[in-house]
């Protein structure tokens, strides 16, 4: 993969764009690049550089491995890796959680109230094996003529305005610096940028995550002999889900693999919930036998392929892109939290933004406007997890965050992102009063969840279901993604928030209920929408 050269203990060589990472943020952005007809026009050479050799582990130490909507349509259509996806990949069966109430269930997973859908929804997303992801963009973006330095370290690098030097090391010894009028921060943690300009900001969520790679498929459907349970979901296998098991101040996830390994996480509220000694996966093991029995049962002999703590995993920025031509994607810009897998879409948004100021060498108002634009995301998906840990052992706080948090997703930021409006300047400024109004909406309606994650309530463990492919607004916000006509985006997304009301007043009603929810009435608060 490296085309490093050894005549020369020292070179300096000019190129256009350099890459700092290959990981998955890296890779997505050098292949966006290739795609993008202006830099072909332009001939515009592309060097990453990356301190790990190539080819990756399969279950590489990462997290990220599983995509929402937004992150899958990046992949798979706009870098075109449907076929790699669907052949090489997992199908996704969408978010599931498990909730147990307040006492440990040892029997039958039967027994806990179960949010999820029984059918695959429209939209196909996926479970992503990193390691084997990134293997393949690496052939790619080489193959069209990219220069990848791997086993290449980082020595310096120097900002400049408009031109820019990065001074790397191979493991030979060589140096090289490298002078580009574009440098991109894909970096993940290392935030070189972040790091060197301290743009670095509070996220003011100091939560932290646990996670192991496991040498074995867990199926969660085998922790049931319950015929009525398994004909709950017909012809779908919940293993292939993300698979949430909750309680106060904590979830965790199961996610499977294409390699057979199975990723399992922790994430928590350390003042919420105390997990010391549980990155020893031992120490978790025997935490998971006392509150999830089934879970440690199943897990108990598994050979450890890693294990990870990381702590205030959340972090903000004061700036991301500069009209000089550096820019920050991936985690070394901004992260939120795990929970709903926004990773890949922040990557998705970030590039596209990129892209296209590249493409209009970065004229300062766009990359002003861009900016603006990335970092209000940042700020309204970070509402949604602030505070709210609390609340994740009470099911009906659970039903109706996923409801509304959905219904938000798939009819502000995924219409957005699928119509291509969110890189549209002139759409954006003229939409500015409706998107601030959902923003409103939004807001009050964390507000309300943070209030009510403060009662700590554990609710659960009566075997009901609340199926997600049961609300009818779904399918059709959905389908309107797929389908939807550019021309007519405005108006499907005024019909969006004006349906958001809807349910914000439908949803805040069943909060303030002290009758618990039933999963009759699950549905009925759709209704009105």
Request: glycine letters at 8%; proline letters at 3%; one cysteine or more.
């Amino acid at each position: 993969m490296s085309s490093q050269s050894v005549s020369s203990a020292k070179t300096s060589e000019q190129t256009d764009i350099v890459i700092l990472g290959a990981g998955m943020a890296g890779l997505c952005l050098a292949r966006q690049l290739q795609l993008s007809d202006a830099v072909r026009r332009r001939g515009m050479s592309i060097t990453l550089v990356e301190h790990r050799r190539f080819p990756m582990a399969e279950a590489a130490h990462k997290v990220g491995e599983s995509t929402v909507e937004i992150a899958s349509h990046y992949l798979a259509e706009d870098l075109g890796l449907a076929e790699h996806l669907a052949s090489h990949q997992l199908p996704k069966f969408g978010l599931r959680l498990f909730l147990r109430g307040q006492s440990p269930i040892n029997d039958d997973l039967a027994r806990y109230d179960e949010v999820g859908s029984s059918r695959v929804l429209p939209i196909p997303t996926y479970q992503i094996d990193r390691g084997r992801l990134e293997n393949h963009l690496a052939r790619l973006v080489t193959d069209a003529g990219a220069t990848i330095f791997d086993g290449t370290t980082i020595r310096s690098l120097d900002l400049g305005t408009k031109s820019h030097t990065v001074v790397v090391r191979s493991a030979d010894g060589n140096e090289r610096t490298l002078n580009a009028r574009y440098v991109v921060d894909a970096s993940g943690r290392r935030a070189w940028i972040r790091g060197s300009q301290a743009l670095a900001k509070p996220a003011r969520h100091d939560n932290h995550a646990i996670w192991f790679r496991l040498d074995r498929r867990l199926k969660v459907d085998e922790l049931s002999s319950d015929a009525n349970w398994h004909a709950r979901c017909p012809g779908g296998e919940r293993w292939l889900s993300t698979n949430h098991f909750t309680g106060p101040g904590y979830w965790l996830w199961l996610i499977p693999l294409a390699s057979g390994a199975t990723s399992v996480g922790l994430v928590f509220d350390p003042r919420r919930f105390s997990a010391t000694g549980l990155n020893r996966f031992s120490a978790f093991l025997a935490w998971l036998g006392r509150e999830h029995p089934l879970l440690a049962e199943q897990m108990a002999g598994a050979h450890v392929l890693d294990e990870h703590l990381l702590k205030n995993y959340a972090v903000g920025a004061s700036q991301v892109f500069s009209e000089d031509g550096w820019m920050s994607v991936g985690d070394a810009g901004v992260f939120t939290d795990p929970l709903y897998s926004p990773g890949g879409d922040f990557i998705a948004l970030a590039n596209g933004y990129v892209t296209a100021m590249i493409n209009n060498d970065a004229e300062p108002d766009l990359v002003r406007d861009y900016q603006g634009y990335f970092l209000s995301f940042f700020t309204s998906t970070l509402s949604l997890y602030r505070g709210q840990y609390g609340g994740f052992g009470d099911r009906d706080f659970m039903v109706a965050k996923t409801l509304w948090d959905y219904a938000y997703y798939w009819s502000v930021l995924s219409k957005l992102f699928f119509s291509g409006a969110y890189v549209d300047v002139g759409f954006m400024q003229a939409q500015q009063p409706m998107l601030l109004r959902a923003a409103a909406l939004n807001s009050g309606m964390q507000r309300s969840f943070r209030q009510l994650a403060q009662q700590e309530r554990q609710v659960g463990g009566t075997g009901q279901f609340f199926d997600h492919h049961a609300v009818d607004c779904f399918h059709s916000l959905k389908q309107d993604l797929l389908d939807g006509v550019p021309s007519e985006t405005a108006r499907c997304m005024s019909a969006n928030v004006d349906r958001l009301a809807f349910l914000r007043n439908a949803l805040q009603s069943q909060l303030a209920d002290p009758q618990p929810l039933a999963s009759t009435d699950f549905n009925a608060l759709f209704m009105a929408a």
